[in-house]
Structures are given as structure tokens and as C-alpha cells.
């Protein structure tokens, strides 16, 4: 679908996959103006198809859009689209466990001119893949790096975006952890680089006694749907938890009595994924002895549950095709 200044969004369409031709002068690629969502359609085990909860993801693509002055995307019309292209590429839905349609939707500045304002013209595109796990290591911890050097957002930045800037700001610390066998960063807030805000691509959660807690919204960080999902199940479930400001020296100390029983993360893709291991300022801290906790296998079985139709959905979050 199209944009431009005149007609505003236009000429829905589906094509087959395939390249597409830009002006190399197109904004985006000059001044990144461009924002993405991410999320996925399953098949059950009656064949059926659903998606779970998009209208958040046009939600969010539509904070994203205005916070890169691109123009809102019409709900209706998302949804439209949406539905449309996963009917066509049905098929690719594999039925077995675990996999699914990861599916994105992304909005790019495509009017050709070098100056620093927001474009008049984009393209708005739905692409779609079958996945399996995310990780490797399945719903099997992963070790995550605390950064301490780089920062990739700030509080008035465009971190509550999901924008390509974000990540691409991520990309050296990312490669600098996966060299030492890290699988992911843990981001610090940019102006104390005290607190913990999330993981590259996930939200995240740490058991500390009875209580969950999770880095409240700041401003600076993604507001994961997973995360919103997460919060909801366990306050169903009659567990406290707690949206607040987390210092890492607080989880460096919970770790070492033993009060941290359990870390995860949360997110399209990995769905929940254990933390086993935290490595800070070159001490390594192991959490839950390295293995998955009962509360993030409960959260994961009870997720993907509802999310393959094995389980009630008690907040209506499923979409039928
Ligand atoms: N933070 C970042 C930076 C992400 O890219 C993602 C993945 N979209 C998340 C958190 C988790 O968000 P969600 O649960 O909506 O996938």
C-alpha cells in the first residue's frame, strides 16, 4: 500500500514476493525514517488459523508512526491486510508444535530527496516466513551480557519505537556478546546506565522472592505485547508483580543470596525465554542454578497454550481467520 501527501494511504495490494525498486535518494535510506511490527499466526491442531492479538500491533505501529512523523495506518485497513495476505499464504502455516508465521509489517520513507524533513511519500508492506524456535536452545536458558559501554536509547529518544535505529544502535555491543557466547544483550538506561530496560529483542522479568518484577515503561524501551500478555497471566495466576525501576546492582546482590530464583525474557519470537546465566562487568552470575524455573515453563506451556489453541483464552486474545 502507498502513501502521498495527496491521497494519503492507497492502492492496497497483494504481489509475490519479490524485490522491490527504490529511488536511491529515498529517505529511508538516509535518514532511517522507517518503523516495523512482529508477530504470528498459528495453526491449531483442528487446522484452524489465528492470530494472536494484532490490534496491538497496529496499537504500537501507529505510536511508532508518529513518533517518526510517519502518517497512522487506518486499524480496519491493517487488519484487512493482514487477514488477507495470511489466507493467501496459508499453506506455509506448518502444523507442528512450536512452529508458526512470523509476520511483518513495516513502513518505509520512500520520497526521493536529500533534506532532513519527514517524507511525503511511503510504503507501507506485510512479508511473512514460517519459524520455528527462535533459539537454539528452544525454552532452554540463554546467557545474556549486561552492556555497560554502549547505549542504544534514552528516555525522549525513539526507543519506545520500533524503528530500525534502535537496533542498528545495537548491532556492535550484539556482535561484541556473541563473540564471548552471549546470546543476547541486557540494555542499561542511557543516562544512569544503572537501571535494566530490556533485552535486544525481548522484554524482561526477574523473580525476586515471591514478588515478579519488570522494568517499568520509561519511555526509553519497547512496551512488549508479550510483556502486557505476561503481566496479565501472572496477576490472573494471584502472583504480585511489580513495574518499577530495577538497578542491576540490585539483581547482582539478589543473585548472589539466592534471592533471584528466576529471569526471563519475553517476546514474539522467543515467546518466554529463561535467563540461566548474567554476565556483568566480567563476573558471571548463574540464575536458578542455569536451569528453567517452574514459573517461566508455567508462562511458556500456558502461552503457546492459548496461543495453538490447546488452552482457554480467558482475555479474548486469539483472532480467527
Ligand atoms: N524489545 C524489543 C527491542 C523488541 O524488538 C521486542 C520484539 N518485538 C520486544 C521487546 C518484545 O516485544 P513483543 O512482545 O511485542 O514482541
Given at each position: 500500500m502507498n502513501y502521498d501527501g495527496g491521497q494519503g494511504w492507497h492502492h492496497p495490494r497483494i504481489v509475490p514476493y519479490q524485490p522491490i525498486s527504490l529511488d536511491p535518494a529515498a529517505k529511508v535510506f538516509h535518514y532511517g525514517q522507517t518503523v516495523f511490527e512482529g508477530l504470528k499466526a498459528y495453526r491449531t491442531a483442528e487446522g484452524g488459523i489465528r492470530l494472536f492479538r494484532p490490534s496491538k500491533n497496529l496499537q504500537r505501529l501507529n505510536l511508532s508512526n508518529d513518533r517518526l512523523s510517519i502518517p497512522e495506518i487506518d486499524e480496519q485497513l491493517f487488519l484487512e491486510a493482514l487477514m488477507s495476505l495470511v489466507r493467501v499464504d496459508?499453506?506455509?502455516?506448518?502444523?507442528?508444535?512450536?512452529t508458526s508465521l512470523y509476520i511483518r509489517p513495516y513502513v518505509i520513507a520512500t520520497e526521493p530527496?536529500?533534506?532532513v524533513s519527514p517524507s511525503q511519500q511511503y510504503l507501507f508492506m506485510i512479508i511473512m516466513s514460517p519459524v520455528g524456535s527462535?533459539?537454539?536452545?528452544g525454552i532452554n536458558p540463554v546467557s545474556i551480557h549486561v552492556e555497560s559501554?554502549?547505549?542504544r536509547a534514552v528516555e525522549g529518544?525513539?526507543?519506545?519505537a520500533k524503528t530500525a535505529g534502535n537496533y542498528a544502535a545495537g548491532l556492535k555491543a550484539q556482535e561484541g556478546a556473541s563473540a564471548k557466547g552471549y546470546t543476547q544483550v541486557l540494555w542499561l538506561d542511557g543516562?544512569?546506565?544503572r537501571y535494566v530496560e530490556e533485552v535486544g529483542s525481548m522484554n524482561v522479568f526477574f523473580k525476586l522472592g515471591d514478588k515478579v518484577v519488570t522494568p517499568a515503561?520509561?519511555?526509553?524501551f519497547l512496551a512488549g505485547i508479550t510483556r502486557d500478555s505476561a503481566i496479565q497471566l501472572l496477576r490472573h495466576w494471584g502472583i504480585e508483580v511489580e513495574e518499577r525501576p530495577i538497578p542491576i546492582d540490585e539483581l547482582v546482590e539478589a543473585c548472589r543470596s539466592g534471592e533471584l530464583k528466576e529471569a526471563f525474557g519475553t517476546g514474539t519470537a522467543a515467546v518466554i525465554s529463561p535467563i540461566g546465566e548474567l554476565s556483568y562487568k566480567d563476573e558471571k552470575l548463574v540464575i536458578g542454578g542455569g536451569e528453567t524455573g517452574p514459573l517461566s515453563k508455567r508462562l511458556y506451556d500456558t502461552l503457546t497454550g492459548i496461543q495453538y489453541g490447546r488452552e482457554k483464552d480467558p482475555f479474548g486474545w486469539m483472532v480467527e481467520l
Open positions: 496459508s499453506d506455509w502455516i506448518p502444523g507442528e508444535p512450536e530527496l536529500l533534506g527462535y533459539y537454539a536452545e559501554h554502549y547505549v529518544g525513539v526507543g519506545t543516562v544512569h546506565r515503561l520509561n519511555g526509553s
